[in-house]
């Protein structure tokens, strides 16, 4: 069975940081690539960024607010990838969810999610 | 950036009912469109992806088509389990986007 447990969330001050992680069983994180979905309070899907399998060059691919304070990476011996965020505004809190990025076959996996909240 | 546009927004419907949603992608996107649904609390559930393939375990009532870049998802028989926000997406590029969702209740 596949499982992704998102984990990190919580409140934090304007222009603090946190890291989210993302750990997942029944796949292996180098072979997939995965993405971060947001979801501010009573709003929509809105996407974060992707971290390509390591056959596909591993590199990252992130949404425009994401450029530059937002930074993806993965853990091979822990199978978690993880979101570190920076400067963090009150327009960045809701929901982060992770899940597989498998193109053409959708995001067929998604984690619970973990709630973001920055506030003073 | 690709944008989708989903209409309606919201719809009322009663059980038994033919439902279709319309996503409209701003450019082609060939087939890389997929529809998921989220009951409140919940992630998203992936329902159809590449148009018209329906992800296993999603029942026959859930149908997705194309026309050009207007992309349609059919529910032939609406249930109480289908009552959520259905939002179409496309993995054609990055940056993915996302519809802004249609509301479906009763």
């Known amino acids: 069975e596949v499982q992704l447990v998102e984990s990190g969330g919580g409140l934090v001050k304007p222009g603090g940081s946190l890291r989210l992680s993302c750990t997942v069983s029944g796949l292996n994180v180098n072979d997939e690539a995965m993405s971060w979905v947001r979801q501010a309070p009573g709003k929509g899907l809105e996407w974060v960024g992707r971290?390509?399998?390591?056959?596909?060059?591993?590199?990252?691919d992130y949404a425009e607010f994401a450029k530059g304070r937002f930074t993806m990476s993965r853990d091979s011996s822990n199978n978690t990838i993880y979101l570190e965020m920076t400067s963090l505004t009150s327009e960045d809190t809701g929901v982060f969810y992770c899940?597989?990025?498998?193109?053409?076959?959708?995001?067929?996996?998604w984690g619970q999610g973990t709630l973001v909240t920055v506030s003073s | 950036d690709i944008q989708l546009t989903q209409s309606p927004s919201s719809l009322s419907a009663s059980f038994g009912d033919r439902v279709t949603l319309t996503c409209r992608a701003s450019q082609r996107i060939s087939k890389y469109l997929n529809w998921y649904l989220q009951e409140p609390g919940k992630p998203p559930r992936l329902l159809i992806y590449a148009t018209s393939t329906l992800q296993s375990g999603v029942p026959s009532r859930f149908s997705g088509s194309a026309s050009g870049t207007d992309f349609t998802l059919t529910i032939s028989g609406l249930q109480p389990e289908d009552l959520g926000t259905y939002f179409c997406q496309q993995t054609f590029t990055v940056p993915r986007t996302f519809g802004q969702g249609t509301k479906v209740e009763v």
């Open positions: 899940a597989t990025d498998r193109g053409f076959g959708g995001y067929r996996f």
């Open positions: 971290l390509r399998r390591n056959t596909d060059s591993g590199t990252t």
